[in-house]
């Protein structure tokens, strides 16, 4: 039992994992916006209420349904490594791996490529439009929401370790929000408002993005500011399967939309109702 009802939305729905995400992105449709630009609201949104998860630093992937052109169409704006980063310095550095929580693993952030060529191709509003509501929170707090606090906190020993990641994340430089506790950014505000102000181009190449590349230097990382200015963005063609009659649509490589499509096609074959549901069988599968 979900315990959820339905949703019935003659005009509009949107579904995100924080309700201000979704409050954001459902008021750009009620004033006229379409999804595209309800997506890229909540999305700068997100990037402040979960920052645990994703932001203008992560990836942008998207499969978007164009109604005038009648087909699917995918968008890449993944960032790629940094120069710097070559088979010769890691192994000089002893690695033999690139440490997933380490600046070595940070790469060029595609996100604000992604939002903005969404907009300028499919969208109805400008970047500066779309970020105003995540500009607005950042700058007048919000409450943090119970399970956000929880995933919040589990990173606060990672967090502990920046100097950076401690005055930007943590309540007074001494903890993590707890679940209810008030919250602002004013950092992510100014970052935002100066993208707002200036364009992409103030992280591809600008006076953020120059920020961004010292610290990182600073810190050990690979991504110069040449590989700010060459980020851009890949419309792709979604790759597809069926599956008990229906079509599985997933972005290709370097997106993992593949890998569910290989789990797919090697279920396709199962009759997973007679296995009972749950069964040993039907797990296992």
Do not use: C
Not at 5 to 15: D, F, K, L
Not at 125 to 141: E, F, H, R, V
Not at 213 to 231: C, H, P, Q, Y
Not at 261 to 283: C, F, H, I, K, T
Request: zero cysteines; hydrophobic letters at 45%.
């Amino acid at each position: 039992m979900a315990g959820r009802s339905a949703v019935y939305a003659p005009h509009g729905v949107i579904a995100t994992s924080q309700p201000l995400a979704s409050a954001a992105g459902l008021a750009v449709m009620e004033h006229g916006g379409n999804a595209i630009d309800a997506a890229v609201t909540a999305a700068a949104v997100l990037g402040l209420v979960e920052p645990m998860m994703t932001g203008p630093g992560g990836d942008v992937f998207a499969i978007i349904w164009s109604a005038k052109d009648h087909k699917l169409i995918g968008l890449n704006a993944s960032g790629r490594a940094g120069s710097l980063m070559t088979r010769e310095t890691l192994i000089a550095r002893g690695r033999t791996r690139v440490p997933p929580s380490t600046v070595e693993a940070v790469i060029v952030p595609g996100a604000v490529a992604g939002w903005q060529a969404l907009l300028s191709k499919y969208g109805t509003i400008t970047l500066a439009q779309a970020m105003a509501p995540a500009i607005k929170l950042a700058d007048s707090g919000f409450p943090v929401s119970p399970i956000i606090a929880r995933d919040w906190h589990a990173g606060a020993e990672l967090l502990k370790k920046d100097d950076g990641a401690r005055k930007t994340f943590f309540i007074n430089g001494d903890h993590t929000p707890a679940a209810g506790e008030w919250f602002t950014n004013p950092d992510y505000a100014a970052s935002l408002r100066l993208i707002a102000t200036q364009g992409p181009g103030a992280i591809y190449g600008g006076t953020l993005g120059q920020r961004i590349v010292d610290r990182v230097k600073a810190l050990g990382g690979f991504i110069t500011l040449d590989d700010m200015k060459k980020e851009s963005v890949t419309w792709e063609d979604p790759i597809s399967v069926m599956f008990h009659g229906y079509r599985v649509w997933e972005l290709p490589p370097n997106n993992q939309g593949i890998a569910v499509l290989e789990m797919l096609r090697m279920l396709d074959g199962e009759d997973l109702a007679a296995l009972g549901y749950n069964s040993p069988a039907y797990v296992h599968r």
